[in-house]
C-alpha cells in the first residue's frame, strides 16, 4: 500500500485541523524535464497557470502565495513543514514526504531526490501539500 516505510510512517503523522494551516491538491497534467528539475504547469486558485518545480538536493519546498490560503505570514507563526503525497498511478501505492518550509516565492520550489525520479516516470498526476 505504501511506497516505503517513510511513506508508511509519516501517512499517520500528517496532522487533522486544527493544526493544518494549508492544504492543496494540485492536478498535474504534464511534465516537462530538465537536465537536473522537472517542471510542471499547476492551476492556482485564482484560475491562471503558475510553474511547479521539483529538483533534488537538500529537502525542501518553497511555497507559491496564489496556491495557498495561508493568513499573514509575518504576524503568525513561522510555517515549519509541509507534507508532500501522491498515489502513485501504476502501483496504487502512497508517497509521503515531509519538507521543511523554506519560505515564499514566485512559484512553487520542491526539493526532493525522489519526487523528481517519480515525475520523470510520470508515476503520479496529483500532489497534495499540507502544510503546518
Known amino acids: 500500500m ?3 516505510r517513510i511513506s508508511k510512517t509519516l501517512f499517520y503523522e500528517i496532522p487533522k485541523p486544527p493544526v493544518i494551516r494549508s492544504r492543496v491538491l494540485l492536478n498535474i497534467e504534464q511534465f516537462e524535464i530538465g537536465q537536473s528539475y522537472v517542471t510542471a504547469k499547476i492551476q492556482n486558485r485564482y484560475a491562471e497557470k503558475v510553474t511547479m518545480n521539483i529538483q533534488g538536493g537538500r529537502p525542501g ?3 507559491q502565495d496564489s496556491l495557498f490560503k495561508i493568513k499573514d505570514p509575518e504576524k503568525e507563526e513561522p ?4 507534507y508532500i503525497s501522491a498515489r502513485l498511478m ?3 501505492k502512497i508517497f509521503v514526504r515531509k519538507l521543511p518550509v523554506i ?5 512553487l ?4 531526490d525522489t519526487l523528481v525520479e517519480l515525475s520523470v516516470k510520470d508515476a503520479y498526476d496529483e500532489l497534495e501539500i499540507v502544510v503546518v
Open 103 to 107: 519560505g515564499i516565492r514566485d512559484w
Open 109 to 112: 520550489l520542491i526539493y526532493e
Open 90 to 92: 501504476q502501483t496504487d
Open 2 to 4: 505504501f511506497f516505503d
Open 79 to 82: 510555517l515549519q513543514h509541509a
Open 61 to 63: 519546498i518553497e511555497l
